[in-house]
């Protein structure tokens, strides 16, 4: 038996044929590309995230300034003299002004290597304030000088401005990379070799962590942590990278410090 297939009656003659509902249509939905003022304020706020984030994890690089740093007599002022003029002119006095001038180096003579601007920071206590203006100006390295030969009876105290440098807020958001000198290495036994300053260095600072810890995020200080918390403070976990090595301004001797300038701000 053939399937019995249901149909619609056909229309009745004379009447109208049957209506068919068009598509109900809606309004196109507006967006914030319709708002011109909407838009300008979501792509401002991108930026604003996108610069903090850029300085947090990297800090400006724009700037062209090495600071010089350490405790005093340690040697600042004549390295400072050695990098520009190739001399440190007989100039043992304890400096108390900071010494600041833009050059490329005496032993780039002869090269069109790219100008720096040097700082010299006198180490005395009362000016190290000065190191403030210069860090918060997008320095790109530090050199932090020590006098190897007479380190220990003034471990505490180098100690207590190394951590001073490391915490400062410009240095420790941006990440600021620092050089350990350990200067005067051309006394030979009576200077003190880089690898006992280091390991010294890092057991003072790991007790000022403790110590001074509660004091960051106030003064010149930030709540940024100088290494992991729940690991002994070394030079190889800083926050910051520091590298060591041992140099002589007096004998000439400073290749390393050059080498790690130039690192910061390239010749060309």
């Given at each position: 038996m053939d399937p019995i297939v249901a149909s619609s009656p056909p229309p009745m003659e004379g009447s109208a044929a049957p209506h068919l509902q068009e598509p109900e249509t809606f309004p196109?939905?507006?967006?914030?590309?319709d708002d011109p003022g909407l838009l300008g304020t979501v792509i401002v706020l991108l930026l604003l995230l996108l610069a903090g984030a850029w300085y947090v994890l990297g800090g400006s690089k724009s700037g062209n300034t090495v600071i010089l740093a350490g405790p005093s007599g340690s040697g600042k002022t004549s390295l400072f003299?050695?990098?520009r003029d190739g001399s440190t002119h007989n100039d043992f006095?304890?400096?108390?002004?900071?010494?600041?001038?833009?050059f490329a180096l005496s032993s780039e003579?002869?090269?069109a290597a790219k100008p720096m601007q040097v700082v010299d920071i006198p180490g005395n206590p009362r000016l190290r304030h000065k190191l403030e203006k210069h860090a918060s100006g997008g320095a790109r390295g530090v050199v932090f000088?020590?006098?190897?030969a007479d380190f220990m009876?003034?471990?505490?105290?180098?100690?207590?401005y190394l951590f001073e440098v490391l915490s400062n807020p410009g240095?420790?958001?941006a990440r600021t990379p620092v050089l350990l000198g350990c200067n005067k290495s051309d006394l030979g036994a009576?200077?003190?070799t880089m690898d006992f300053i280091r390991k010294k260095l890092e057991k003072e600072v790991e007790l000022l962590r403790g110590t001074r810890g509660a004091l960051q995020g106030g003064g010149n200080m930030v709540d940024v942590p100088l290494a992991n918390p729940s690991e002994p403070f070394t030079f190889a976990n800083c926050r910051n990278k520091i590298s060591i090595a041992t140099v002589s301004a007096l004998k000439d001797d400073v290749g390393p410090v050059e080498t790690f300038m130039r690192s910061c701000i390239p010749a060309k």
């Open positions: 196109p939905s507006s967006s914030m590309l003299h050695r990098l006095v304890t400096s108390m002004e900071v010494n600041d001038d833009t003579k002869g090269q000088l020590v006098d190897s009876p003034h471990i505490r105290s180098t100690a207590e240095i420790a958001k009576k200077a003190h």
